[in-house]
T-cell receptor, first 113, second 112 residues
Framework: ETGVTQTPRHLVMGMTNKKSLKCEQH?????MYWYKQSAKKPLELMFV???????ENNSVPSRFSPECPNSSHLFLHLHTLQPEDSALYLC????????????FGSGTRLTVV | KQEVTQIPAALSVPEGENLVLNCSFT??????LQWFRQDPGKGLTSLLL?????REQTSGRLNASLDKSSGRSTLYIAASQPGDSATYLC???????????FGSGTKLNVKP
């Protein structure tokens, strides 16, 4: 374990389902991130939460909804997804804006059927 | 918009070889650059971080260099081992914001 824990590891959901991905870190980091990794594409930053800011990638569809109740937990709520949303969703955390201590979780492999 | 390119996309070498992975970026106004390793089906592990004011960083058999003006970084792996087989990703941090731009990675296979 890297210190960033993601659950579930695998998720298969229908297009009409609602599910949530969970990320938890106990590294004392102040920033958390959601990334999407699709086959043969670069990692794409979806959302950033930190003490200083919340950043959203404007190209992320509204069917993805983040929630960050505190500095240790991050959720990604999913609803009415499309098959092209199937990907590996990675959570990461870092100490601060500098990027030091950037730590990734093992990811959730999502399949939309 | 920052674009990060990694060449080659895949590389296969015999064990013991020294090798170089390349990363280029289009906007030289970066805050720092990191090299990551990703094993199949797993998350990323940070290998080396180079601040924009630095020229290189070393960790064990790994050495990363940065030439910000030309928009290039290289990751040098000495005496490669089968355990080095993984995908290596380069990421640049733009300004003082929590945003990294990733390359598509180089998939390395080190043959015993």
């Amino acid at each position: 374990e890297t210190g960033v824990t993601q659950t579930p590891r695998h998720l298969v959901m229908g297009m009409t389902n609602k599910k949530s991905l969970k990320c938890e870190q106990h590294l004392g980091h102040n920033a958390m991130y959601w990334y999407k990794q699709s086959a043969k594409k670069p990692l794409e930053l979806m959302f950033v939460y930190s003490l200083e800011e919340r950043v959203e990638n404007n190209s992320v569809p509204s069917r993805f909804s983040p929630e960050c109740p505190n500095s240790s937990h991050l959720f990604l709520h999913l609803h009415t997804l499309q098959p092209e949303d199937s990907a590996l969703y990675l959570c990461a955390s870092s100490q601060d804006r500098s990027g030091y201590g950037y730590t990734f979780g093992s990811g959730t492999r999502l399949t939309v059927v | 918009k920052q674009e990060v390119t990694q060449i080659p996309a895949a590389l296969s070498v015999p064990e013991g070889e020294n090798l170089v992975l390349n990363c280029s970026f289009t906007d030289s106004a970066i805050y720092n650059l990191q090299w990551f390793r990703q094993d199949p089906g797993k998350g990323l592990t940070s290998l080396l971080l180079i601040q924009s004011s630095q020229r290189e960083q070393t960790s064990g058999r790994l050495n990363a260099s940065l030439d910000k003006s030309s928009g290039r970084s290289t990751l040098y792996i000495a005496a490669s081992q089968p355990g080095d087989s993984a995908t290596y990703l380069c990421a640049v941090k733009q300004g003082n914001f929590n945003k990294f731009y990733f390359g598509s990675g180089t998939k390395l296979n080190v043959k015993p």
